[in-house]
């Protein structure tokens, strides 16, 4: 689980809340403005667009944002242990 968001012009356009990612098409994504604005689309916005909209504000280089919930990346968080550079690209991203 999780959600997904694609800065848009001065804003973005996200997942909506509640829907299975197997179920959800182009048609169903939400587009916001970074006050949660609706600009396009039927569904609500994923409950997590303030965290989105504060990563663009924050980092205006960001052009897409993956927020996600998986198991294992969760048990690293609550361990408080980080996801070692596994690939040449890490470094590359800005990674140690």
Known sequence: SGNVSARHGDGMII???????????????????????????????????????????????????????SPRATALACARRGLPAFHYMIALCGGP
């Open 15 to 69: 997942t909506p809340s509640g829907l299975p990612y197997a179920a959800t098409t182009p048609d169903d994504l939400v587009a916001l403005d970074l006050d949660g604005r609706a600009l396009a689309g039927e569904r609500k916005p994923s409950s997590e667009w303030p965290f989105h909209a504060a990563i663009y504000r924050a980092r205006p280089e960001a052009r897409a944002i993956v927020h996600t919930h």
